[in-house]
């Protein structure tokens, strides 16, 4: 099946630092990708579409300053939290659409947990 | 507006008992996509089913079903015999507009299975 890697799976940083995080279509292209926000039993909430050699399109109340997207190859997609604060603690999950897919699905990579000091 | 709503919050259940976990969804599409997915407690998400607004066939895979009713705006999951390793959280999603691929997840519900 699809696969979709994260990296790194978990990362504590200090405040103040930014903080890049991968999401890579392991054997299929993926012209969209898709950021969740995941904070403890909570839901997934989606931050951002991420369309390759385009700008992302960031869901209401996401500040695009403050998350960075950047999908430079159909197999890549980086999310790079900026200037972190402790409220940005959250589990990230990144999803990719796949192409030519006859069961139109997305897939989900396996997040990554990030802790801000 | 579009939602999802698990009104469980978290269910415990004694292994072999059936469980069913509860979705109610709204949307004003008329094409969409239902989907339910398994978290378990090391965070990835695990593809459960995908079911489009046109096909209210329920569906059985092994020791899960799902009940779609477009009537009651409902895609209910089943387990049945539960097993230890059915605790997880679980999400029903809803896909914001056919094609998008946004999904709308619920608010999950916790299962623990108990031995």
């Known amino acids: 099946g699809a696969v979709v890697s994260q990296h790194p799976s978990w990362v504590i940083c200090k405040s103040g630092t930014s903080v890049k995080i991968e999401c890579r279509s392991l054997?299929?292209?993926?012209?969209?990708m898709f950021w969740y926000r995941q904070f403890p039993k909570q839901s997934l909430m989606l931050m951002a579409t991420s369309n390759e050699g385009s700008k992302a399109t960031y869901e209401q109340g996401v500040e695009k300053d403050k998350f960075l997207i950047n999908h430079a190859s159909l197999t890549l997609s980086t999310l790079t939290v900026t200037s972190a604060h402790p409220e940005d603690s959250s589990f990230y999950i990144c999803?990719?659409?796949?192409?030519?897919?006859?069961?139109?699905?997305?897939?989900f990579g396996p997040g990554t947990r990030l802790t801000v000091l | 507006a579009q939602k999802v709503t698990q009104a469980q919050t978290e269910i415990s259940v004694v292994e072999k008992e059936d469980v069913t976990l509860d979705c109610v969804y709204e949307?004003?599409?008329?094409?969409?996509?239902l989907f339910w997915y398994k978290q378990p407690p090391s965070g990835e998400l695990v593809f459960l089913i995908r079911r489009n607004s046109f096909d209210e066939q329920n569906e059985i895979s092994g020791r899960y079903s799902w009940n779609f009713q477009k009537s009651t705006s409902s895609f209910n999951f089943t387990i049945t015999a539960s097993q230890v390793v059915d605790s997880a959280v679980y999400f029903c999603?809803?896909?914001?507009?056919?094609?998008?691929?946004?999904?709308?997840f619920g608010t999950g519900t916790r299962l623990k299975v108990l031995a």
């Open positions: 999603a809803l896909e914001r507009g056919s094609g998008t691929y946004k999904y709308i």
């Open positions: 054997d299929f292209q993926a012209t969209t």
């Open positions: 999803s990719a659409k796949r192409e030519f897919s006859s069961t139109d699905t997305q897939y």
């Open positions: 949307t004003r599409d008329t094409t969409y996509y």
